[in-house]
């Protein structure tokens, strides 16, 4: 999962927020610097990712798109399940997006001298280009994958992409709606159960 469904799926604890987003960066056991939900968010990033990549539902969306961009295919499906989820937003939640959004950017920004500067430099574009409502569209969808693109140490084409998203649009938005609310489900039994 990107971004978004990471701060989706910390259900409004700050600090497992913050936890999501080191996350991103923090590798091995270097988690065990950091405390309490910090630190649990961490993990919960990892579970996350995890649960997904094993996941049929998503092995069988990845494979839409394997045969052209083979190893990113995974990467593609993580930034276009955050579209359908909010395409599908009022389905798994109550809270508006636009004060999700608001909320989620108003509390990176509060952290962001806090941050190392690896996450500094994502949190710095993120917001600059304001990436949650860039995944409200397939042109924002497409110009998120041609940064991934661009950032990649190895040549790739998958901001071409949207092409192969639009021809199996109906098919990914029901495989993301079976799979999301399995995911919610794991998260919560994580946070429970840490």
């Known amino acids: 999962m990107n971004y978004l469904a990471h701060q989706f799926l910390s259900f409004q604890n700050a600090d497992l927020q913050l936890g999501n987003l080191y996350g991103e960066i923090v590798r091995g056991k270097d988690f065990e610097n950091f405390t309490g939900d910090l630190r649990k968010g961490i993990l919960l990033h990892r579970s996350i990712d995890t649960f997904t990549d094993a996941h049929e539902i998503v092995k069988k969306s990845s494979k839409k798109f394997h045969d052209k ?43 962001f001298d806090e941050f190392p500067p690896k996450l500094q430099y994502i ?13 409200q569209s397939l042109e924002g969808i497409g110009k998120t994958l041609n ?48």
């Open 69 to 111: 961009y083979g190893k990113y295919a995974p990467i593609i499906v993580d930034v276009v399940y955050d579209y359908y989820l909010i395409k599908n937003w009022h389905r798994f939640t109550d809270l508006d997006f636009e004060e999700f959004t608001e909320n989620a950017y108003q509390l990176f920004r509060m952290h």
């Open 123 to 135: 949190m710095k574009h993120l917001l600059d280009y304001d990436w949650f409502h860039n995944y």
């Open 147 to 194: 940064g991934i693109s661009q950032r990649s140490k190895f040549q790739n084409n998958i901001g071409s992409s949207v092409k192969e998203i639009e021809e199996n649009y109906e098919e990914l938005d029901q495989e993301f709606q079976a799979f999301f609310p399995e995911l919610i489900q794991h998260c919560q039994n994580f946070i429970s159960n840490s």
